[in-house]
Structures are given as structure tokens and as C-alpha cells.
Nanobody, 126 residues
Framework: QVQLVESGGGSVQAGETLRLSCVVA??????MGWFRQAPGTARESVAG???????SAADSVKGRFTISRDNAKHTLDLRMDSLKPEDTAMYYC??????????????????????WGQGTQVTVSS
């Protein structure tokens, strides 16, 4: 069974750092990314990483968040620096076996990821 499990969330003060990790047990993926959803808002893309290691990030987190993948360890990570209260959300990792032939990985929408984790909560206080 394909299973994605996020960890690393928690409650921190503004300006601090958190590192999220997603273990993708039993499989390797071509396209992976992080999404987040705050209460009362739509789920939004945070960052993505393609099979060749190229990355993208939303304008709201660019320069603060860094996405990376370790295929040997079957993990997807998100380092979040200089956290702001507006970063408070449930964070989800997502993965898909389909590469760019299906669609550009770094601009892929929520509906174009087949597998999702259960989410990990990040709360940032001012």
C-alpha cells in the first residue's frame, strides 16, 4: 500500500524555523509537493519538486521555504524559515507517479496529485 506520513509540525513563535518531513513508504514518485490549508480558506500549493530535483515555491513563501527530496531515504522535506502567523495551516505532502509527460510537475494542481498524507499542523504565534 502507498502511504505518505507527515511529521514535524508544531507550535512556534514568529521568526522561528520548522522542518517538515514526509515519509513515502513503499514507493518512489516522480512529482512531489507540499500544500497547505488554513481554516476557512482553499488549499493552496506551497512548493514542488520534480524528479530531476528542480523546485518551485509560491510567492508567499519564496525565499523562506525550501523543498527537497531524498529518494534513497524515501522522504520529502520542507524547511520553513522566518515563519509568520499567516503560515499557520495544515500542511499536506502530495505525490504522483506521473512525470512531466502528464503535465508540468512544478505547476501541477491539487487534483493532479494521486496520493496524499494526512497532514501535520503548523501554528505560528506572533
Amino acid at each position: 500500500q502507498v502511504q505518505l506520513v507527515e511529521s514535524g509540525g508544531g507550535s512556534v513563535q514568529a521568526g522561528e524555523t520548522l522542518r517538515l518531513s514526509c515519509v513515502v513508504a513503499g514507493s518512489t514518485y516522480s512529482c512531489m509537493g507540499w500544500f497547505r490549508q488554513a481554516p476557512g480558506t482553499a488549499r493552496e500549493s506551497v512548493a514542488g519538486v520534480a524528479s530531476d530535483g528542480s523546485t518551485s515555491a509560491a510567492d508567499s513563501v519564496k525565499g523562506r521555504f525550501t523543498i527537497s527530496r531524498d529518494n534513497a531515504k524515501h522522504t520529502l522535506d520542507l524547511r520553513m524559515d522566518s515563519l509568520k502567523p499567516e503560515d499557520t495551516a495544515m500542511y499536506y505532502c502530495a505525490a504522483d507517479f506521473r512525470d512531466d509527460w502528464y503535465g508540468p510537475c512544478l505547476s501541477r494542481t491539487e487534483a493532479e496529485f494521486a496520493y496524499w498524507g494526512q497532514g501535520t499542523q503548523v501554528t505560528v504565534s506572533s
